[in-house]
């Protein structure tokens, strides 16, 4: 079955520092791949989705890139805040005939230190 | 945005006993689906369900395991009888129909079930 792989499960940067959160993703379809971030106690919310070839969807000043070659989607943002300490979830949708269900990476807990 | 809730957002029962878990999805959406979270662990998904009928379910959701809607009321989720193992926060989600983003979730905020 597809299968998410976030090889980071703990993140801790300073405030402004770039932000890079892996994300690799094995399907025997061609999936679309989503970032959800989830706050203490919340819903997991979408932060970006992506089904097209090298095309950056962006979304709070955050931006992935869907690599097909190399399975990839990793997540970035240039100058990580205060704000953004979360957990954040790789996943990937494929359609199976007429159903489909989201797969979720094991998540990479990101925290952001002043 | 689209907002689904969850009843109630803890539950404590005693192991054996049986529990409904309540979702309300977002209105119009066709696609719905319960996943598990254990404490530090990732999600899990349990199972999908669409048109009146689960159509895909994982090795997680035993046969204690069961998922309704009826008449386009909330979408249950319930176990009978409960297990400790069944302890966990679990999450609701739904989405569009096929050709309208059914590939894009929308969760709730889970509800946390402690089985003693």
């Known amino acids: 079955g597809d299968s998410v792989t976030q090889t980071e499960g703990l993140v801790t940067l300073t405030e402004g520092l770039p932000v890079m959160l892996n994300c690799t993703y094995q399907s025997t379809y061609s999936p679309f791949l989503f970032w959800y971030v989830q706050h203490l106690n919340e819903a997991p919310k979408l932060l970006l989705k992506s089904f097209t070839d090298n095309k950056r969807p962006e979304h709070q000043g955050f931006h992935a890139t869907l690599h097909k070659s190399s399975s990839s989607f990793h997540l970035q943002k240039s100058s990580a805040q205060l704000s953004d300490s979360a957990l954040y979830y790789c996943a990937s949708f494929a359609y199976n005939t007429n159903t489909g269900k989201l797969t979720f990476g094991d998540g990479t807990v990101l925290t952001v230190k002043p | 945005g689209p907002k689904v809730l969850q009843i109630p957002s803890h539950q404590i029962i005693d192991m054996g006993q049986m529990v409904t878990l309540n979702c309300d999805p977002v209105?119009?959406?066709?696609?719905f689906y319960w996943y598990k979270q254990i404490l530090g662990q990732q999600m899990e998904f349990l199972v999908n369900?669409?048109?009146?009928?689960?159509?895909?379910k994982s090795k997680l959701f035993k046969d204690q395991f069961s998922v309704e809607r009826p008449d386009g009321s909330y979408f249950t989720l319930k176990i009978q009888p409960t297990a400790l193992e069944d302890s966990a926060v679990y999450f609701c989600?739904?989405?569009?129909?096929?050709?309208?983003?059914?590939?894009?979730?929308?969760f709730g905020s889970g509800t946390r079930l402690t089985v003693l």
């Open positions: 369900f669409y048109n009146g009928k689960v159509m895909e």
């Open positions: 209105s119009n959406h066709l696609y």
């Open positions: 989600a739904s989405s569009p129909g096929q050709g309208l983003g059914a590939e894009t979730l929308y």
